[in-house]
Structures are given as structure tokens and as C-alpha cells.
């Protein structure tokens, strides 16, 4: 197990120097790497943000506003694997171990023609994974049941895989953690964790809304592969207390906790 801490990308413009405070705190980071970002750094900036987090796990999360990898829309698909490809060539300058991306899946826009859209969607996922040997973690978003991601990882090499947020389930999932489990098991290479009040997606710390996290850590508890935590609040003092609730609440964890990071 490996414990990141999310960058904005409004904070790797402005104050990189975040990637520094968590690498000091013993975390690694997963930036989040908008159309701005993509934008606005050269791939020197790109490895000069590498440097920062030396010896430090780093994930890369890829942009997805106005963004839809199985969009019908030519020039929308065009657009979207244009930036995947982009995010593609950062995460090599900064030896990103995973790519998160979005799906664009939403059930009420796109199950009216969902096997179309899913071709255009798997199509978009085998050509990244044909220009990136790492890994690449598809995220639950607006999914209410594991379906979807499992047509994806059944259909794509095993270097692909999910990244379940906690937060998105506890505000759009129907079904218990237990079958998210049952259905993507081992190729489950990361989580987000974050908490919320089950409204909004706010982003909270951990234990300050309504994700049982309890329920949830003992399901991760049963995962044999290694994976990758990432405390996805949007301050650095929020990555902190959400940092505290993971020493405090999961024994199981104590000994991986503190071999990465500091008391």
C-alpha cells in the first residue's frame, strides 16, 4: 500500500511548492493535471515537478471537464484522446506508477445508447494503453452499480484497471461496498478517499461525513495486490486530517502507515 495526497491543479501553478510539504510529511502525491496544467507547463516544467516529489510515489490524474472518451461527437472523441495522449507524454516525463482517468460514463446521458458509446470509450482506453506501459485506473463517477468498469477491465490488458472513490459511492452507488469488491477484486489498483454528507461532492476529510469507511477497510483488508490510497481533499490541512482519521481508525493498516509516513 501507497499513500498519495491530491494537487489541484490550480496549486501546481501556483504553489508547486505543495508537492514538497506532503513529500515532507511522508505522503506522495497524484496531480491533477487539467487542461490548464497540460497548457501551461513545458515537459521541462514537467520534470522539474518530478524533482520535487523525488523518491516519493507519484500518480497522475487526467483531465475530464468537457471531456468524454466514448463521446458520438467526432470532434468531442478527437478532442478527449488529443488530452489523454498529452497526459499520456507527462506522466512519462514524471514516472507516474498510475494514470487515473474518468470513464464519461453518466447512466441517464448515456445508457439510451450505452454500446456505442462503449465502443468509442474502449476504443479511446487501447490506444493509451498502447502509448502507456504503466498502469491506468478507470474511476467510478456517476456509476451505480460495478458494471460498467467491469465491461472495461474485461475487455482491456490487466496493466488497466479501477480506481474506486468513496465519496462518488456513497453519493450515486445502489449496491453495498462488498459487490464493488465482488466484481472488480484484484483489478483494483487505487482509491480516492474523501468523505461527504451523501448531497455533494465536497470532499470533506475522512470521518466527517457519511462513507462507512469502517465496512469499506474491511472489504480492502481482503485485497491481495498492492494498491494506492489517495487522501483526495482539496487543502493540505484537509490531506491531514483525513491522514490522522487513517492512523486512528485502522489497526490493520499501522504497520504500512508507518513505514511511509511520519508521526
Known amino acids: 500500500m501507497k499513500l498519495v495526497a491530491h494537487v489541484p491543479g490550480r496549486e501546481i501553478l501556483k504553489n508547486p511548492q505543495l508537492i514538497e ?4 510529511n ?8 487539467t487542461a490548464e496544467v497540460l497548457d501551461s507547463l513545458t515537459l521541462k516544467d514537467f520534470g522539474k515537478l518530478r524533482k520535487l516529489a523525488e523518491g516519493a510515489p507519484l500518480t497522475v490524474h487526467a483531465p475530464f471537464i468537457d471531456l468524454n472518451p466514448g463521446a458520438l461527437d467526432p470532434y468531442v472523441l478527437k478532442a478527449t484522446r488529443d488530452r489523454f495522449f498529452e497526459t499520456v507524454t507527462a506522466a512519462k516525463i514524471l514516472n507516474a506508477e498510475v494514470i487515473v482517468f474518468h470513464t464519461g460514463y453518466h447512466p441517464q446521458k448515456v445508457d439510451p445508447f450505452y454500446n456505442s458509446w462503449f465502443k468509442r470509450a474502449l476504443e479511446t482506453f487501447h490506444r493509451v494503453t498502447e ?3 504503466g498502469r491506468i485506473a478507470l474511476e467510478n463517477v456517476f456509476d451505480r452499480n460495478p458494471e460498467n468498469l467491469k465491461n472495461f477491465i474485461e475487455n482491456l490488458p490487466g496493466r488497466a484497471g479501477v480506481c474506486l472513490d468513496a ?4 453519493l450515486f452507488s445502489e449496491v453495498p461496498a462488498s459487490d464493488w469488491f465482488d466484481s472488480l477484486g484484484e483489478r483494483i489498483y487505487e482509491f480516492h478517499l474523501h468523505d461527504n454528507s451523501g448531497t455533494q461532492d465536497s470532499h470533506l476529510p475522512m470521518g466527517m461525513g457519511t462513507v462507512n469507511y469502517p465496512e469499506l477497510f474491511s472489504q480492502m483488508e481482503k485485497l491481495k495486490q498492492e494498491y494506492i490510497l489517495n487522501l483526495e481533499n482539496k487543502s493540505y490541512e484537509d490531506v491531514l486530517k483525513s491522514l490522522e482519521y487513517l492512523r486512528r481508525n485502522f489497526k490493520w493498516r499501522e504497520r504500512s502507515l508507518s513505514t511511509q509516513t511520519k508521526s
Open 21 to 24: 510539504q506532503f513529500v515532507n
Open 26 to 33: 511522508g505522503l506522495g502525491v497524484e496531480l491533477q493535471l
Open 131 to 133: 502509448e502507456w506501459e
Open 167 to 170: 465519496g462518488h459511492m456513497n
